[in-house]
Every structure is written in C-alpha cells, then in structure tokens.
T-cell receptor, first 111, second 110 residues
Framework: SQTIHQWPATLVQPVGSPLSLECTVEGTSNPNLYWYRQAAGRGLQLLFYSVGIGQISSEVPQNLSASRPQDRQFILSSKKLLLSDSGFYLC??????????FGPGTRLTVT | RKEVEQDPGPFNVPEGATVAFNCTYSNSASQSFFWYRQDCRKEPKLLMSVYSSGNEDGRFTAQLNRASQYISLLIRDSKLSDSATYLCVVPDNYGQNFVFGPGTRLSVLP
C-alpha cells in the first residue's frame, strides 16, 4: 500500500533562517506530488505541484521553492523565512482518479 | 464568484441529528469532486468521491447537481466522532490543480 512521509513534524525557526521540508512517497511510482500550506484557521493553499522529476509548477509567487530530485521525493525550501511563512505544510500525492492523499504535515512556526 | 465556496458554518448539532453541507464551484467543466474531513491539527483525509449524480457510504451521502454547480454532503445519525471540518475539493480537468474550499466546521454535541 502507498504511504507518504513528511519530516520534521514540527519546526520552530527564526525569521531569516533557511528551511527544508522533505516528503517521500512509498508504494507508487511517478506520482503527482503537491505542497500545500494551511495558515491558522484558514483553508489549504496550493504552493507547488510536480508531475515528474525536475518538473515543478508554482501556484503562488513567494519566497519558497520546491524541488523533486527523485521520483518519490519532494522538497520544499526557503533561503530566508518570513513570519508569514508560519503554517501547516502538507505534502500530497494523487491517485488514479484524482483523489489526493496527504502526509501527516509539518507545523512550522517562524519567530 | 470564488472557485469553490462552502457553507460558512459552524454547524452545532445534537447527536443523532441529520446535517447537510453545500459546496458550489465555478468550473462547469469539472468532472470529479471530493469531500475530505480534517480533524484539528491533522491532515485532511478523503471521505467521499463524487463522479456522477451522487455517492452513498453508510451514514454519508454526497450528491452532485451539475446544472446548479453544487455538491452536498449529508450526514445522518450524527456521532460525536463526526466533529471535524469538512472540505470540498474540485480538481481541474487534468487532475493537476486542486482547489479546496474553505471548509465547514461541524460540532456534534452530546
């Protein structure tokens, strides 16, 4: 069966520091992968999606970037965090009929 | 019109009640729709898929009205464990871009 992992689970970082969040998927090949952010009390905002290695589409211009170095690995990065980057970051992959499955998420607090 | 809108909530209902949520979407070409539930501080989890007129799974029924461009979620015999935020999701035609509604919060009270 397919599983999706994210780490770390929680993170507290100062403003201006770098960020790297990792997501890996097991049990499937060539999945579409997604990064979402959910601010406190808000809905999910799509940040990036990838349909294959090295292919990244950005939905929202910001100081974040994404990379997909391997088929089942998706990384979210920032060179300098802002206070507004705080939130719940979720990675997801898409099944055969477009249903999405989410990882457990990373809760980021920028101080 | 926003791409996906949902009943603002919150809905506070007693155990055993029947409750319905609505979701409207703007992309008339959308073919598939999903309901997710999200517990506090957890990831969203797939509840139901809707591809044609509707879908039923136990106490949960989802219905699709393409002419009016809305989907609904009906929960019968509400349980305390149904308390969560319910998200409506509409993918684009290629299954590459997903638009989530803002969610409707449900609290089932004892």
């Amino acid at each position: 069966s397919q599983t999706i992992h994210q780490w770390p689970a929680t993170l507290v970082q100062p403003v201006g520091s770098p960020l790297s969040l990792e997501c890996t998927v097991e049990g499937t090949s060539n999945p579409n992968l997604y990064w979402y952010r959910q601010a406190a009390g808000r809905g999910l905002q799509l940040l990036f999606y990838s349909v294959g290695i090295g292919q990244i589409s950005s939905e929202v211009p910001q100081n974040l970037s994404a990379s997909r170095p391997q088929d089942r690995q998706f990384i979210l990065s920032s060179k300098k965090l802002l206070l507004s980057d705080s939130g719940f970051y979720l990675c997801a992959w898409t099944g055969e009929v477009y249903e999405q499955y989410f990882g457990p998420g990373t809760r980021l607090t920028v101080t | 019109r926003k791409e996906v809108e949902q009943d603002p909530g919150p809905f506070n209902v007693p155990e055993g009640a029947t409750v319905a949520f609505n979701c409207t979407y703007s992309n008339s070409a959308s073919q598939s729709f999903f309901w997710y539930r999200q517990d506090c501080r957890k990831e969203p989890k797939l509840l139901m898929s809707v591809y044609s007129s509707g879908n039923e799974d136990g106490r949960f029924t989802a219905q699709l009205n393409r002419a009016s461009q809305y989907i609904s979620l009906l929960i019968r015999d509400s349980k305390l464990s149904d308390s969560a935020t319910y998200l409506c999701v509409v993918p684009d035609n290629y299954g590459q871009n997903f638009v989530f509604g803002p969610g409707t919060r449900l609290s089932v009270l004892p």
